[in-house]
T-cell receptor
Framework: AQKITQTQPGMFVQEKEAVTLDCTYD???????LFWYKQPSSGEMIFLIY??????QNATEGRYSLNFQKARKSANLVISASQLGDSAMYFC????????????FGTGTRLQVFP | EPEVTQTPSHQVTQMGQEVILRCVPI?????FYWYRQILGQKVEFLVS????????KSEIFDDQFSVERPDGSNFTLKIRSTKLEDSAMYFC?????????????FGPGTRLTVL
């Protein structure tokens, strides 16, 4: 089974609108971290936002917020007031518990913002 | 703001040749990682490194791969005898600690092309 599932290969949004990128995860661990990264066409991986499994509040970082629904095992990224520069690939990733170092990535969602 | 740097940005090599990819992690970080992303695919964990030892490695990280911290700042990935299927973007990352809550910050990547 996939550990991280991103079901939207591509999304379009108009500038200044909000958009939600979906992410569901699968783990039996109680302690884990969820991360979103942005990969523009230039290729680098930019950290956006983090949510811990024990965090009761949804994480927010500027225009980014994470809609964390633990019972549904979902961690959707919400980008408010989209900008043209938000056009990129977005990856959801998870790190499980304390005995593994690796981030497990989803397949990504390509977001295109149009004027 | 401190960042992970990687050199070169693009490396072209002949099949069977050895390559060394270099990274300078963020200076106060203790944990270092290599990931790779084959074109159009998701990001995959290769190896983690702490206290001059491999902490964890994936099944991808076979005997042709090795990592080293030759001095106090550099962290290298060596591929001994490159194969066509090693063509990918290789990302170095670092984190302050090893908790699930610790963000791994990625470098800009080295695009390796094996001919």
């Amino acid at each position: 089974a996939q550990k991280i599932t991103q079901t939207q290969p591509g999304m379009f949004v108009q500038e200044k609108e909000a958009v939600t990128l979906d992410c569901t995860y699968d783990t039996s661990d109680q302690s884990y971290g969820l991360f979103w990264y942005k990969q523009p066409s230039s290729g680098e991986m930019i950290f956006l936002i983090y949510q811990g499994s024990y965090d009761e509040q949804n994480a927010t970082e500027g225009r980014y917020s994470l809609n964390f629904q633990k019972a549904r095992k979902s961690a959707n990224l919400v980008i408010s007031a989209s900008q043209l520069g938000d056009s990129a690939m977005y990856f959801c990733a998870m790190r499980e518990a304390y005995n593994t170092d690796k981030l497990i990535f989803g397949t990504g969602t390509r977001l295109q913002v149009f004027p | 703001e401190p960042e992970v740097t990687q050199t070169p940005s693009h490396q072209v090599t002949q099949m069977g040749q050895e390559v060394i990819l270099r990274c300078v992690p963020i200076s106060n970080h203790l944990y270092f990682y290599w990931y790779r992303q084959i074109l159009g695919q998701k990001v995959e964990f290769l190896v983690s490194f702490y206290n001059n030892e491999i902490s964890e490695k994936s099944e991808i990280f076979d005997d042709q791969f090795s990592v080293e911290r030759p001095d106090g700042s550099n962290f290298t990935l060596k591929i001994r005898s490159t194969k066509l299927e090693d063509s990918a973007m290789y990302f170095c990352a670092s984190s302050e600690n090893r908790m699930p809550t610790d963000t791994q910050y990625f470098g800009p990547g080295t695009r390796l092309t094996v001919l």
